[in-house]
């Protein structure tokens, strides 16, 4: 499995940007895909997932309401787009995978279960 992100760079607060991960290699029907990021000297977090069957999505509540993930099958490629971006949000960002859907919830995402694929990270940097 290869993940790919990009689409990190520098914006002001309040700006937007949206992260791409183009996947290859998931060979199952059933997974979940998403984002962690990591902000320096502090620990990675789970910022968003969704199923690849029923399209369930988990958002963390620090990024809920301003970030939306999505996903273009025949692209074989998911999207955060990041909205009303905040300094607090300046991090590197990872795509990831697990090959058990559920643990794309607020329980298992959090604590990485399952992850058995990570994508090299891009940087997001929020500065005026």
């Known amino acids: 499995v290869q993940l790919q992100a990009s689409g990190g760079g520098l914006v002001p607060p309040g700006g937007s940007l949206r992260l791409s991960c183009a996947h290859s290699?998931?060979?199952?029907?059933?997974?979940?895909i998403g984002w962690f990021r990591q902000a320096p000297g502090k620990e990675r977090e789970g910022v968003s997932c969704?199923?690849?069957?029923?399209?369930?999505?988990y958002y963390a509540d620090s990024v809920k309401g301003r970030f939306t993930i999505s996903r273009d099958n025949a692209k074989n490629t998911i999207y955060l787009q990041m909205d009303n971006l905040e300094p607090e949000d300046t991090a590197v960002y990872y795509c990831?995978?697990?090959?058990?859907?559920?643990?794309?919830?607020?329980?298992?995402?959090?604590?990485?279960?399952?992850?058995?694929?990570w994508g090299k990270g891009t940087q997001v940097t929020v500065s005026s």
């Open positions: 969704m199923t690849s069957v029923g399209s369930h999505t």
């Open positions: 290699g998931l060979v199952l029907d059933s997974y979940a």
């Open positions: 990831a995978t697990t090959y058990v859907a559920q643990h794309c919830s607020a329980f298992g995402w959090v604590r990485e279960y399952g992850i058995n694929h």
